[in-house]
């Protein structure tokens, strides 16, 4: 998580520069957003449960889970391996970003 934290700081920083520069719309667009993107979760128990909960409801995330067993109580799609739920989000990495799917060879 620090590191990822890290690699956004450069960007953070030019997103406040234009923000006071008055150019609120060039801003927006650099700080990337979660907002209807894939989710995987390997384990739906609570912490699982909790994490997809918030992802669903407050960022309009497509949730998807890794188990050994289905749970019935959720509406979240089940993968039945680690392998097919990464391959899954993998997929739809952005391709902008070093390391997206044109990287993944199967």
Same mark, same amino acid.
């Given at each position: ?52 909960? #918030? ?7 497509? $949730?998807?889970? *890794?188990?050994?067993? %289905? =749970?019935?109580?959720?509406?979240? !799609?089940?993968? #039945? ?7 899954? $989000?993998?997929? *739809?990495?952005?391709? %902008? =970003?070093?390391?997206?799917?044109? !990287?993944?060879? #199967?």
């Amino acid at each position: 998580m620090g590191a990822a934290a890290g690699d956004r700081a450069p960007r953070t920083r030019g997103a406040i520069a234009r923000v006071r520069d008055g150019r609120w719309d060039e801003a927006r667009k650099i700080v990337p957003s979660v907002t209807g993107k894939k989710l995987g979760i390997f384990g739906l128990g609570h912490v699982g449960r909790q994490m997809a909960k #918030r992802g669903a409801l407050g960022f309009d995330m497509e $949730v998807g889970y *890794c188990s050994r067993t %289905r =749970r019935e109580d959720v509406d979240y !799609r089940l993968f #039945r391996s680690p392998a097919a739920i990464s391959a899954s $989000v993998v997929r *739809c990495a952005d391709d %902008r =970003r070093p390391g997206g799917p044109r !990287r993944i060879t #199967r």
